[in-house]
């Protein structure tokens, strides 16, 4: 490899993490000249990328949860820089992580360092992009309300905790969504658009997806009659609920909804009427492990 020089842009939660402390120290007795950034406020990340960027900076290291990871991907596209990314995994769900199949234990993750970078796609809406998936519906909720005091003591159990306890909210949203060759309208339970395959705490909406096939994943899981019972065994991980789901693979798809419908974006949450999704292929140079299962083409 070139140049072993990176810089790591660690949320400020993680700071006093001995692991992590750890494991830079690690890489640096490797050879690496490896310094760090912490975030503080909303908008570090990104700042701390274009000064990364400006520095010189051609390796830089995601530390953090999955709105951190998206933050950095997005700063580092829209900055339309040939750097290249590694993700250490430090959150409560780490769903792209954990789909990608890189390692969630910081010393292993920063083992990427030492693996060619491959171009992924991103997905994008209204100006925004997101690295893992756009949610819409009751999932999106349920991952947008989970406290972080319950995600510290029970993990991604969490996730699952809060959305048993909020059955009596559940309203199915009614929307239209339309693509290349594809047209489906309706009353939906949950929405995956998916450059990765997982989201909120381990629930696999998009199993197909690849994040470097210029195509996001579409998956629908339709409004039943007994939504309840449906829902709870969704959220503990049913899977003879596979077959309900309508799917389809597009480079974008619009969604409509006269009520409006939530969104969740790797944790960012957005809410609109009418919405389009698409691919932006090869966005960004990322570490993943050879065999990753995201990659279309295996390294």
Request: net charge negative; hydrophobic share 45%.
């Given at each position: 490899?070139?140049?072993?020089?990176?810089?790591?842009?660690?949320?400020?939660?993680?700071?006093?993490?001995?692991?992590?402390?750890?494991?830079?120290?690690?890489?640096?007795?490797?050879?690496?000249?490896?310094?760090?950034?912490?975030?503080?406020e909303a908008g570090d990340a990104q700042r701390l990328?274009?000064?990364?960027?400006?520095?010189?900076?051609?390796?830089?290291?995601?530390?953090?949860?999955?709105?951190?990871?998206?933050?950095?991907?997005?700063?580092?596209?829209?900055?339309?820089?040939?750097?290249?990314?590694?993700?250490?995994?430090?959150?409560?769900?780490?769903?792209?992580?954990?789909?990608?199949?890189?390692?969630?234990?910081?010393?292993?993750?920063?083992?990427?360092?030492?693996?060619?970078?491959?171009?992924?796609?991103?997905?994008?809406?209204?100006?925004?992009?997101?690295?893992?998936?756009?949610?819409?519906?009751?999932?999106?909720?349920?991952?947008?309300?989970?406290?972080?005091?319950?995600?510290?003591?029970?993990?991604?159990?969490?996730?699952?905790?809060?959305?048993?306890?909020?059955?009596?909210?559940?309203?199915?949203?009614?929307?239209?969504?339309?693509?290349?060759?594809?047209?489906?309208?309706?009353?939906?339970?949950?929405?995956?658009?998916?450059?990765?395959?997982?989201?909120?705490?381990?629930?696999?909406?998009?199993?197909?997806?690849?994040?470097?096939?210029?195509?996001?994943?579409?998956?629908?899981?339709?409004?039943?009659?007994?939504?309840?019972?449906?829902?709870?065994?969704?959220?503990?991980?049913?899977?003879?609920?596979?077959?309900?789901?309508?799917?389809?693979?597009?480079?974008?798809?619009?969604?409509?909804s006269a009520e409006g419908l939530d969104i969740n974006?790797?944790?960012?949450?957005?809410?609109?009427?009418?919405?389009?999704?698409?691919?932006?292929?090869?966005?960004?140079?990322?570490?993943?492990?050879?065999?990753?299962?995201?990659?279309?083409?295996?390294?």
């Amino acid at each position: 490899m070139g140049e072993r020089k990176a810089l790591l842009i660690l949320h400020g939660k993680q700071a006093l993490n001995d692991t992590v402390r750890e494991a830079v120290k690690a890489q640096r007795e490797a050879g690496w000249d490896l310094a760090v950034r912490l975030t503080w406020e909303a908008g570090d990340a990104q700042r701390l990328v274009i000064e990364a960027l400006a520095a010189g900076y051609q390796t830089i290291i995601a530390g953090g949860g999955d709105g951190t990871l998206r933050d950095i991907a997005e700063a580092l596209a829209q900055a339309q820089s040939s750097a290249s990314l590694v993700l250490m995994p430090l959150g409560t769900a780490n769903d792209f992580a954990r789909a990608a199949g890189v390692p969630l234990e910081p010393l292993a993750a920063l083992g990427l360092l030492e693996v060619a970078p491959r171009a992924i796609d991103l997905g994008e809406v209204g100006g925004q992009l997101f690295l893992n998936m756009a949610t819409g519906g009751f999932g999106s909720q349920v991952t947008a309300s989970t406290s972080e005091d319950l995600k510290k003591v029970l993990g991604g159990a969490a996730y699952l905790f809060t959305g048993l306890s909020r059955f009596s909210e559940l309203e199915p949203a009614f929307v239209s969504l339309h693509g290349p060759d594809f047209q489906w309208e309706g009353q939906l339970l949950a929405l995956g658009i998916g450059n990765g395959r997982q989201a909120g705490g381990g629930h696999v909406l998009c199993p197909q997806a690849f994040a470097d096939d210029g195509l996001l994943d579409l998956s629908i899981l339709p409004a039943p009659t007994e939504v309840v019972s449906t829902l709870k065994d969704l959220l503990a991980g049913g899977l003879g609920l596979d077959n309900m789901f309508v799917r389809a693979r597009l480079p974008w798809v619009e969604i409509k909804s006269a009520e409006g419908l939530d969104i969740n974006l790797d944790g960012e949450p957005l809410t609109g009427a009418d919405l389009r999704f698409s691919a932006r292929p090869g966005a960004l140079n990322v570490h993943l492990p050879a065999h990753s299962p995201l990659l279309s083409h295996q390294g």
